[in-house]
């Protein structure tokens, strides 16, 4: 091991800058939507971009993960690994959480044997690549009951997320990732001080709130984004898609834009829908669609290489000029966050 088609209307995305970048976001969205066919149909299409991006191949690997396809996961990773393309260390964690699922237990010891004799392994991870060759090599010669394996799944996790002293975003994010199927109890304590911090990444509070809700936490949390607050109870929270503010919005944008330039009105609703997954649990404010549909749609024109006048696309909603000046910077703000594994 090495150290160190998607068709039809989503090619329209090709006429906004940076479009690898925008590609990769758009299948983390769906990642998190758990829309796994559109998230891989995305990270595939930008692997075609750039085929040695090691952020293109880690979001590939967890859509693949997430939608059952071990074996491609599997098969995604040890080409990393082969290639030395990303974290070689991260990469080796990520191959060995799929070969647990899979059960391999040979292949587990075989690849931490290579680790030991290569010297590879950091003294903060040797105790736990210790275990997880025990376990496994237990298990490979039949002589481990259903608590080994409990044991060789949970070694395969993380005692701790460490969510305040990792400040790699993209670290944070597979190890949130993992939690996905797992009891997320002894984590409650972490992830909630980290939703309440004034810091942190939006994107992957938002990851910790959806983890919340799926596993029906249903203790109130503190939420702390963009300088605003607010409690909520994650088991009552609604989706991201079900948000009133994004739903009000899409819907002028497509009573005005849908027929009559379907391609603009797809990149906007991408745009829109990237940020307000960066904004949840809170709404767009001011609370008036009119404002955030026509900051959106003179931002995306600008986007397009078109010269259109704020106050005609105001006009057009009509949208308060000052109060789209207001979204507009905010827009440009948000649009300075880079998703994690960019």
Do not use: C
């Amino acid at each position: 091991m090495k150290k160190s088609n998607r068709p039809g209307r989503d090619e329209n995305i090709i006429l906004f800058p940076d479009l690898e970048k925008r590609l990769i976001e758009k299948g983390l969205d769906h990642l998190q939507q758990k829309k796994f066919h559109d998230a891989i149909g995305f990270f595939t299409e930008a692997k075609s971009l750039d085929p040695s991006n090691s952020d293109v191949y880690i979001g590939l690997v967890l859509a693949y993960f997430e939608s059952g396809q071990l074996a491609k996961a599997k098969e995604l990773a040890k080409e990393m690994l082969n290639e030395g393309i990303g974290d070689y260390i991260q990469i080796v964690d990520l191959y060995l959480m799929i070969l647990v699922q899979l059960n391999e237990y040979e292949e587990i010891a075989a690849t931490i044997e290579v680790l030991l004799q290569e010297r590879e392994i950091p003294k903060d991870k040797l105790e736990h690549f210790s275990k997880m060759l025990h376990f496994s090599r237990r298990m490979s010669e039949g002589r481990a009951d259903e608590t080994m394996e409990d044991a060789l799944n949970e070694e395969s996790m993380i005692d701790e997320l460490n969510l305040f002293s990792s400040r790699n975003p993209k670290d944070q994010m597979l190890l949130i990732a993992k939690l996905a199927n797992r009891n997320i109890r002894p984590y409650a304590g972490e992830i909630t001080d980290y939703l309440r911090a004034e810091e942190g990444h939006p994107f992957l509070k938002t990851m910790l709130l959806n983890l919340l809700t799926e596993h029906e936490y249903e203790k109130e949390v503190l939420v702390q984004k963009f300088g605003r607050s607010m409690t909520v109870n994650p088991e009552e929270l609604g989706s991201v898609q079900n948000q009133e503010g994004l739903i009000n919005i899409s819907q002028l944008l497509r009573e005005k834009l849908e027929n009559d330039d379907p391609v603009l009105f797809e990149n906007i609703k991408s745009l829109l829908e990237r940020h307000s997954f960066l904004l949840y649990p809170f709404e767009f404010e001011p609370e008036d669609p009119r404002v955030w549909a026509a900051a959106y749609h003179f931002i995306s024109l600008k986007y397009h290489g078109v010269d259109r006048r704020e106050e005609d696309i105001a006009a057009g909603y009509g949208a308060d000029r000052d109060a789209m000046e207001a979204a507009l910077e905010f827009i440009l703000m948000v649009e300075e966050i880079s998703y994690p594994i960019i």
